[in-house]
């Protein structure tokens, strides 16, 4: 009897475990099988802020060839399997905190609203998310003679960090 109750509880267990939505890491749950090559053409932009779209691009780029075993190429020559493509839709900076002896800006905010769309060489969309929402912070410096604007080095590290979930996302089904 004792037997078949352990029996019972592991087998449940493991059927509750199955269908929690645990998967293997790099299960490419939103890719087709027989997926080999994938492009990420320069991402779009309808903004004003320079280098943003080279950094977003580079960043999925990288992550995507590190992290699946797809030929990944930044140009859409049709042949390709797989498109991502990717539009950033909005990119505000706006003061976060304020040093209080000079009345300047210490630290800025950065928001990136990104449309992601992967597609299938016959035109099937694969994955799609409209309002990727990216937040990162920086800090900025008063003193003019050591001063090093650091917003190009938080966009790449935010693009990085977009770059990680989005590959997340397509290869995991997160």
């Known amino acids: 009897m004792i037997r078949r109750l352990i029996g019972l509880s592991v087998a449940g267990t493991l059927l509750a475990a199955s269908g929690c939505g645990y998967h293997t890491l790099g299960a490419a749950t939103h890719l087709p099988p027989d997926a080999r090559t994938l492009s990420v053409p320069m991402f779009a932009t309808r903004t004003e802020a320079y280098h943003t779209e080279t950094a977003l691009t580079d960043a999925v780029i990288r992550e995507f060839a590190a992290r699946s075993k797809m030929r990944v190429t930044p140009a859409d020559n049709g042949n390709s399997d797989v498109v991502l493509h990717g539009t950033i839709l909005n990119e505000t900076v706006a003061p976060l905190t304020y040093n209080t002896t000079n009345q300047q800006a210490s630290s800025f905010l950065i928001t990136l609203v990104i ?41 790449d590290r ?17």
């Open 115 to 155: 449309s992601v769309t992967l597609k299938a060489r016959d035109g099937k969309v694969l994955y799609e998310n409209k309002n990727y929402v990216f937040r990162g912070q920086y800090q900025s410096t008063s003193d003019l003679p050591t001063f090093l604007d650091e917003s190009s080095s938080a966009v």
């Open 158 to 174: 935010m693009s990085r960090d977009f770059a990680r979930a989005l590959v997340a996302d397509v290869l995991e089904g997160m």
